[in-house]
């Protein structure tokens, strides 16, 4: 059996980060990693306390949900990062946080306009608004999937949350900090009643093709990964 023990420390060291900031709770929200050169996924396990969570408790499981390491269930959301590696040959890592202020967006149905080179540059070009669904079910998956068809990195998720992504877990904990900076200074710029100021749309398109380089390295180590292990 493979060696799964460094991705599921990189879990459980991403989740206690999480937690430690405040964008998680210690059983709200899930992150996984994709193995590389494997359709499987090491994802937090299902009502476990993150506090309390060793990296042996951090569950391995196939694109079927299929377990193939761990004691516990995995996250009952963890169909909905499966379908996100699906979708996206770019990303490696997802995050799902109950952040505050991203979601208070949740609440009022609002999307994240391109206010900040740091954003736009890690996140894309706005923080779509994806519509509810059931945490695990078919509709929140399906919702979720056409929404990330933007090549973005973060959503707001109605009524619920917001999930990041990236090309490792670093990064999507940083996408997951960046993003609750943003919105809270949107949400405060929002109560002034003052005019905001988006980016200029040339700055923002430059910054988006930063991001689409990264994306793109990603994509081909993931493939170049696949060819060697079918070589």
């Not at 306009?113 to 894309?124: C, I, S």
């Not at 068809?149 to 973060?154: H, I, Q």
């Not at 009524?159 to 904990?173: E, F, K, R, S, Y």
């Amino acid at each position: 059996m493979a060696d799964f023990g460094k991705y599921k420390q990189m879990v459980l060291d991403t989740t206690l980060k999480l937690v430690d900031r405040g964008l998680m709770t210690a059983t709200g929200g899930n992150v996984s990693v994709l193995i590389d050169g494997a359709d499987m996924v090491a994802v937090t396990p299902s009502s476990k306390d993150y506090t309390q969570m060793c990296a042996d408790d951090v569950c391995v499981c196939d694109f079927d949900r299929k377990i193939i390491e761990g004691e516990f269930a995995p996250s009952v959301e963890t169909g909905m990062h499966i379908s996100l590696y699906k979708a996206r040959p770019d990303v490696s890592a997802v995050v799902h946080t109950h952040q505050v202020y991203a979601s208070i967006f949740s609440l009022i149905q609002s999307p994240i306009p391109a206010l900040f080179d740091e954003q736009v540059v890690n996140l894309g070009k706005e923080v779509a608004f994806v519509p509810y669904g059931l945490s695990g079910s078919p509709d929140l998956l399906k919702n979720i999937t056409a929404a990330a068809a933007n090549k973005c990195c973060a959503y707001i998720l109605q009524n619920h949350g917001a999930i990041v992504m990236a090309t490792d877990l670093d990064q999507a904990a940083r996408n997951a900090m960046i993003l609750e900076k943003v919105a809270q200074v949107y949400y405060l710029a929002l109560t002034s009643g003052h005019e905001l100021t988006p980016l200029p749309q040339q700055m923002a398109d430059m910054l988006v093709f930063l991001l689409d380089g990264k994306q793109k390295a990603e994509s081909k180590r993931k493939e170049k990964l696949k060819q060697d292990a079918g070589a």
